[in-house]
């Protein structure tokens, strides 16, 4: 295969803002997980496959299986569609409260 460019679970794409590692990064249609610290602009891996323990809106219960999604403007996963970027599924009870969710990231599209 001539044409084959890489296996894709981890994307080489410019920071869209400045990111520290472990953070969450949405560019267009894309999430992933930043593997280490950027400046805008600059160079960045995300990994988007995998299951992370990601932060979420405290006052919130998630179940296992619940569709989650990502708010970049307040950069916790939630459970509401609108204006929010779809990431993944719940792998774990996340109670009310508490901090964050494991999630296993699904690409979208």
Known sequence: MKNFVQKGENLTVPAPADV???AGVVLGSIFGIAAGDATSGSPVD???EGVFELPKVSALAIAIGDVVY???ATKLVNKTASGNSKIGVAVA???NPSASAKVKLVPTI
């Open 46 to 48: 995300l990994v988007t």
């Open 70 to 72: 990502f708010d970049n």
């Open 20 to 22: 520290l590692s472990g």
């Open 93 to 95: 009870v996340s109670a």
